[in-house]
């Protein structure tokens, strides 16, 4: 939705850091989230964060969280060719969940 | 440990008909919804649920009926299909309380011709 937003596309060479980065608008939203699509797939849920965080580790995991600015970011460590897939950042408000446009990352070798 | 069952997966509609896509969880959930996927745009909310008897329009309704007579199946309702409404189709469930997280379902490929 218009509300959240993020980059289409993300190229990254295995074994290399990648950074998401999503802006969005609600500031009152409790839970921020990032999800996974693979090809063919619904979404899953990766990982999320309380509004009340600045950041979660959660293995090669790190989710960072700017309240003042509205912007969150997913860094994955050690990208591997696994990690191909589309991210979608999200953030909720009243039950209902608004989804970014969604971040193809492809992992090069 | 079937999660939340979308059918059909694959369906092809001309201009005018009408058909009805399922869907159906067995976790107990109070929350359903449908959102479609189309290319650059992400996920948009077509309806939601909190509960059995309890729907409400999300951000694109027009063009879709839901009801949810159980707490089980939320089923979408295509009246008269355009071909605008050629999109991928996904149902989630969740709770309402804790971190809100959806489970979502396989999707629904749709094609309006």
């Known amino acids: 939705g218009e509300d959240v937003e993020q980059s289409l596309f993300l190229s990254v060479r295995e074994g290399d850091s990648s950074v998401i980065n999503c802006t969005y608008t609600?500031?009152?939203?409790?839970?921020l989230y990032w999800y996974k699509q693979e090809p063919g797939a619904g979404l899953q849920l990766l990982t999320y964060i309380f509004s009340n965080m600045d950041m979660k580790q959660d293995q090669r995991l790190t989710v960072l969280l700017n309240k003042k600015d509205k912007h969150l970011s997913l860094r994955i460590a050690d990208t591997q060719t696994g990690d191909s897939a589309i991210y979608f950042c999200?953030?909720?408000?009243?039950?209902?969940?608004?989804f970014g446009a969604g971040t193809t990352v492809t992992v090069r070798a | 440990n079937a999660g939340v069952t979308q059918t059909p997966k694959f369906q092809v509609l001309k201009t005018g008909q009408s058909m009805t896509l399922q869907c159906a969880q067995d976790m107990n959930h109070e929350y359903m919804s449908w959102y479609r996927q189309d290319p650059g745009m992400g996920l948009r909310l077509i309806h939601y649920?909190?509960?059995?008897?309890?729907?409400d329009q999300g951000e694109v309704p027009n063009g879709y009926n839901v009801s949810r007579s159980t707490t089980e199946d939320f089923p979408l309702r295509l009246l008269s299909a355009a071909p605008s409404q050629t999109s991928v189709y996904f149902c989630a469930s969740g709770t309402v309380v804790n971190t809100g997280e959806l489970f979502f379902g396989e999707g629904s490929r749709l094609t309006v011709l």
């Open positions: 999200a953030e909720s408000n009243d039950y209902k969940l608004s």
């Open positions: 649920s909190v509960g059995a008897g309890i729907t």
């Open positions: 609600d500031s009152s939203s409790t839970y």
